[in-house]
Nanobody, 117 residues
Framework: QVLLVESGGGLVQAGGSLRLSCATS????????MGWYRQAPGKQRELVAA???????NYADSKTGRFTISRDNAKNTVYLQMNSLKPEDTAVYYC???????????WGQGTQVTVSA
């Protein structure tokens, strides 16, 4: 059974920080591209950041410098450190695992992040 379980969301004031975690099981974590996406009410789901198996990172332009994605292959876990949060960062944040060799993709259930002004 494949599980991606996000945690670390919550309510924070603007300018604050949160660290999201996504613990996985049932996948070959070390060969997956791991990503964080988010979806705000009434908007499409969008990529926040991704990290390849070798640690190369990719960020949506507006997140560069404020967000940091990292992975721990020993713990099968991916993280998203979010600093200087803004109200427009409010969304449900989803963890994603993508195996590029087989084209298989899995999603977590999401964790709510709310940033108050």
């Amino acid at each position: 059974q494949v599980l991606l379980v996000e945690s670390g969301g919550g309510l924070v004031q603007a300018g604050g920080s949160l660290r999201l975690s996504c613990a996985t099981s049932g996948i070959s974590f070390s060969v997956n591209v791991m990503g964080w996406y988010r979806q705000a009410p009434g908007k499409q789901r969008e990529l926040v950041a991704a990290v390849t198996p070798d640690g190369t990172t990719n960020y949506a332009d507006s997140k560069t410098g404020r967000f940091t994605i990292s992975r721990d292959n020993a713990k099968n876990t991916v993280y998203l450190q979010m600093n200087s949060l803004k109200p427009e960062d409010t969304a449900v944040y989803y963890c994603n695992a993508h195996n590029p060799r087989y084209g298989i993709m899995y999603w977590g259930q999401g964790t709510q992040v709310t940033v108050s002004a």
